[in-house]
């Protein structure tokens, strides 16, 4: 249903021809909101500041962006610190046609 191309490190993934290789449904919808997140700017604020209120605004703003995109239910978004792992955040949400997808943000 969804499909693009597969991206690592900042650069296209390619197989043994030299060809890139594709990502599709529910890794097409979590590469394209990882990309989405690290666009808006908010992870460099993360970083930059650690005050616990801003950080809180901040994480309501990217959980908003995620939310905002039409193949993921809104009020699944959920981001919780790692426990005993300050600036890194679990990141989970589900799409309309694939389940759950989850990742980690690490600022």
Do not use: W
């Amino acid at each position: 249903m969804f499909l693009d191309l597969l991206i690592t490190n900042n650069d296209l993934v390619l197989d043994a021809g030299g060809n890139p290789e594709m990502v599709q449904d529910l890794a097409c919808i979590t590469q394209d909101i990882c990309h989405m997140i690290r666009e808006t700017g908010l992870l460099v604020d993360l970083v930059s500041n650690r005050d616990k209120r801003r950080t809180a605004e901040n994480l309501i703003k990217i959980k908003i962006e995620v939310e905002d995109d039409i193949r993921i239910v809104p009020g699944t978004c959920q981001i919780v610190e790692v426990e005993g792992q300050p600036g890194t955040f679990n990141l989970t949400a589900t799409a309309y046609d694939f389940g759950n997808l989850g990742f980690q943000i690490e600022v």
